[in-house]
């Protein structure tokens, strides 16, 4: 059974960084695409960021570019998403997400999802 689980999200002021976790378990953990999404009350999922299977290539969404860093440790299974300079409209929920298609930032390309960690920016 795959599982995605996420961690270190909270409660974080404006202007404060985060930084997350998501453990993969249950698969090849090194052959595969990860991606960090967000969906806020009453919008869409939307694309975070994206890494490749050695971590050579990443990618971000326009909003993250600049003051997001993505990483993963194929040894521990890890991926990690640190974003700084937080403003309230960041507040999501933000997923881990697995996938085959190498830089897609559409949520349908991903087949396993962990359960959300939420993370709440006060002004």
């Known amino acids: 059974q795959v599982q995605l689980v996420e961690s270190g999200g909270g409660l974080v002021q404006a202007g404060g960084s985060l930084s997350l976790s998501c453990v993969v378990s249950?698969?090849?953990?090194?052959?595969?695409?990860m991606g960090w999404f967000r969906q806020a009350p009453g919008k869409e999922r939307e694309f975070v960021s994206g890494i490749n299977w050695n971590g050579g290539t990443t990618y971000y969404g326009d909003f993250a570019k600049g003051r997001s860093t993505i990483s993963r440790d194929n040894a521990k299974n890890t991926v990690y998403l640190q974003m700084n300079s937080l403003k309230p409209e960041d507040t999501a929920v933000y997923y881990c997400?697995?996938?085959?298609?190498?830089?897609?930032?559409?949520?349908?390309?991903?087949?396993?999802w962990g359960q959300g960690t939420q993370v709440t920016v006060s002004s």
């Open positions: 997400a697995s996938g085959a298609v190498v830089g897609s930032t559409a949520s349908y390309d991903y087949d396993y």
């Open positions: 249950g698969r090849t953990f090194s052959s595969n695409f």
